[in-house]
């Protein structure tokens, strides 16, 4: 395995619930992404953390809520959401921190597949 | 506007063959671009990364190029066995912290 995990890996929700994702890291790294992947389209980053500071956010909507408590744990909070938002979502980390290097490598967990009813 | 492309169609071949699959750019000037395999229910797998001052760089089966000129990257498997079926997603390095953007990826298939 990577030395990523993600909690759950289903989720089946209302648009009125809130539920949260998880995500932790057990390789020692800085940085910390959330990426969303509907079929068929790209992996479109949503999140970037460094030394748990919010360092990028992709024009996305306020129902999902990053939250980075420390530098081995992400969560995404979710919140009214809509059916389109319905995706597999991933965690990936590298070791970013003070000074990200283009060639660090992203290491991904598996992913949580979110349905919306 | 800035785009990645990847053949959207599926790759069929043969066990033993070598699979070529391309990853053409537009509007980028990327110092680096990485190669991933994701399978079916899973996170992508880092295989390969390259430089722009790089043309080619391999890895046991693995080999990538990257021509900066055609804006190209091509990948290839050689001797391709089944358990090499997957998506391929290239991804380029765009902005500051790490910021990857990824194609759409191709699916590979290998018969035996």
Redesign the interface.
Known sequence: E?G?TQTPRHLVMGMTNKKSLKCEQHLGHN?MYWYKQSA????E?MF?Y?LEER??NNSVPSRFSPECPNSSHLFLHLHTLQPEDSALY?C?S?Q?GGG????????????T?LTVL | SQKIEQNSEALNIQEGKTATLTCNYTNYSPAYLQWYRQDPGRGPVFLLLIRENEKEKRKERLKVTFDTTLKQSLFHITASQPADSATYLCALTSGGYNKLIFGAGTRLAVHP
Do not use: C, W
Not at chain 1, 40 to 43: A, F, G, I, N, Q
Not at chain 1, 100 to 111: K, S, V
């Open positions: 990577t990523v940085a068929k389209k790209p992996l980053l970037v460094s360092v990028e991933l990936a590298s970013g990200f290097r283009d060639t660090d490598t992203q290491y991904f967990g598996p992913g597949r």
